[in-house]
C-alpha cells in the first residue's frame, strides 16, 4: 500500500512540475525561429521579441485571477479551465496570418498556461510545511530545468522539418497530454475553501496583508530580479546566439543544454543543502554567484570578446545563481500565508512575470547586434535583487533563522 501511495506521489509531483514548465516550455521552444520570423512577417526584432514579452504579460496578468479563483472554487477546477484556454491559445499562435495576430494568441495562450505554475505552488503549500516545499520547489526546477534545456533543441527540429507554426501544434499537444494526467491523477487539497476570496474588496485586504509584510517584499522583489537576469537572456538569447555567435538554428539547442543545466545544478544544489544551511543562506549564496557572473559577463563584453565561451560560461552562472535563489524566495515568500497561499501565488507570480516581461522588453529594445547591453541589463538586475535582499537582511526584516520581522 505505501509502495503504490509513494509510486502515485511521485507521479502526482512529476505532473505538477510539468506544470510549472508550462511557462520555460513555451517560450524556449520556438526560440530557434525567432530570428526567421522577422524575415516571414517582414518586421523588426523588437517587435518578434515582444511575442515573447507579450507572454509573459499575459502571465503576469492571469496570475491575478488564478489564485483567488483556486483560492474560491478549488485547485483542480481552476487548473483544467487554464489549461483548456492555453490549448486553444496555441491552436490560435498556429494559425496567425501576421505578427500582430501571433502577439494576441500568445496572450491568450499565457492567460492559459499560467493556471500551471500559480495552483500547482498553491498545491504544494497546501500539502508540504515551509522547509519541505523549499526542498521540493529546489527539486521541481531542476527537473523543470529539462524543459529549457531539451525545448529549444526540440524547437530547432522542428523548424527545420516544418518550420514555426509546428512549435505551437506541440505546445497544443503538451496542454492536452496535461488536462488527461491531471482529471487521472490530481485530487483537489485546498481544504480551506473562501466563498469570498473573488471578491475585489477581499482580495485587496489580501493583497494590502501581504504588501504590508515587509518580509513578502524583500523575497517577491528579490525573486523579480533575478527572474529578470534570467528572463533578459532568454528574450534575447536566439538572437544573440544565432545573429552574433554566428551558431545554426537546428544546433541552437545544443548551446542552450550547457545553460539550462546551470539552473540544474543550481536547484539540485539548493535541494540538497536547504535543510543544513537554510534557505535563507542559500538566497544569499544565489545573489553572490549572480552579481559574479553577471560581472564576468559585462567584462567580457566591454572588452569586446563575443565568442561562445565568454557568453555562455557566465549565462551558465546566472542560471545556476537563479536555481538557488527562485525556489527558496518562493517558499519563503509563501510561508506566512497558508489561508490564502493561492492568492498569495498570484501576488508572487504578477510581481516575478511582469517585472521579468518589462525587463525581457527593455532586453530587446536596447539589442544593437552585441552582447554589451544584455549583460549590461544582467549586472543591474543582480545588484538591484542583492541590494533589496541584503537590505532586508541588515534591517532584520529577514533572519537567516527564517523568522519575519514585520515591524
Known amino acids: 500500500m505505501n509502495e503504490g501511495n509513494n509510486s502515485r506521489s511521485l507521479k502526482v509531483t512529476c505532473l505538477l512540475t510539468l506544470m510549472v514548465a508550462i511557462g520555460p516550455l513555451s517560450t524556449d521552444l520556438y526560440l530557434p525561429s525567432l530570428p526567421s520570423l522577422t524575415e516571414y512577417f517582414s518586421t523588426s ?6 511575442t515573447m514579452s507579450v507572454f509573459m504579460g499575459g502571465f503576469a496578468v492571469a496570475t491575478v485571477i488564478y489564485g483567488p479563483l483556486s483560492d474560491r472554487f478549488g485547485r483542480r477546477s481552476s487548473l483544467m479551465a487554464g489549461l483548456s484556454i492555453f490549448i486553444l491559445g496555441s491552436f490560435g499562435c498556429m494559425a496567425a496570418g501576421s505578427v500582430e495576430a501571433l502577439i494576441g ?25 515551509r522547509h519541505e516545499a ?34 505551437f501544434v506541440a505546445l497544443a499537444l503538451v496542454g492536452i497530454a496535461l488536462v488527461g494526467a491531471a482529471l487521472v491523477l490530481l485530487a483537489e487539497t485546498n481544504a480551506h475553501r473562501d466563498v469570498r476570496a473573488t471578491d475585489v474588496s477581499r482580495i485587496g485586504k489580501n493583497v494590502r496583508i501581504m504588501f ?40 541552437f539547442g545544443y548551446l542552450f543544454i550547457f545553460v539550462a543545466f546551470g539552473f540544474v545544478g543550481g536547484g539540485m544544489t539548493g535541494g540538497r543543502l536547504v535543510r543544513r ?18 560581472a564576468i559577463g559585462f ?8 565568442t561562445i565561451p565568454s557568453v555562455i560560461v557566465p549565462i551558465m552562472g546566472v542560471f545556476f545563481a537563479c536555481g538557488l535563489v527562485l525556489p527558496n524566495a518562493t517558499a519563503a515568500a ?11 501565488s498570484s501576488a508572487i507570480g504578477f510581481v516575478q512575470m511582469g517585472g521579468g516581461a518589462f525587463i525581457g522588453f527593455i532586453a530587446g529594445l536596447l539589442h544593437n547586434g552585441t552582447t554589451a547591453p544584455l549583460f549590461s541589463l544582467i549586472f543591474l538586475c543582480w545588484l538591484c535583487a542583492g541590494g533589496i ?9 529577514i533572519r537567516p533563522s527564517g523568522d519575519a520581522k514585520n515591524a
Open 45 to 50: 526584432v523588437s517587435r518578434v521579441q515582444a
Open 105 to 129: 494568441w500568445r496572450f491568450v495562450q499565457a492567460v492559459g498556461g499560467c493556471a500551471g505554475p500559480v495552483v500547482a505552488r498553491a498545491i504544494i503549500r497546501d500539502v508540504y510545511e
Open 134 to 167: 523549499a526542498r521540493l520547489l529546489s527539486y521541481m526546477a531542476s527537473a523543470m530545468a529539462l524543459a529549457p534545456a531539451i525545448a529549444p533543441l526540440i524547437g530547432g527540429w522542428l523548424h527545420v522539418m516544418f518550420g514555426w507554426r509546428s512549435h
Open 212 to 251: 504590508s509584510d515587509k518580509l513578502f517584499v524583500a523575497y517577491t522583489m528579490t525573486l523579480m530580479f533575478s527572474y529578470g537576469a534570467l528572463f533578459s537572456f532568454i528574450s534575447v538569447s536566439a538572437f544573440i546566439v544565432i545573429d552574433v555567435l554566428g551558431v545554426a538554428p537546428d544546433r
Open 277 to 294: 544551511f537554510g534557505m535563507e543562506r542559500l538566497i544569499g549564496s544565489g545573489l553572490g554567484i549572480g552579481l559574479c557572473a553577471g
Open 299 to 306: 567584462a567580457m563584453a566591454a572588452l569586446g570578446l563575443e
Open 334 to 344: 509563501l510561508t506566512p500565508f497558508p489561508q490564502i497561499a493561492g492568492t498569495a
Open 389 to 397: 535582499y541584503f537590505t532586508a537582511l541588515r534591517k532584520g526584516f
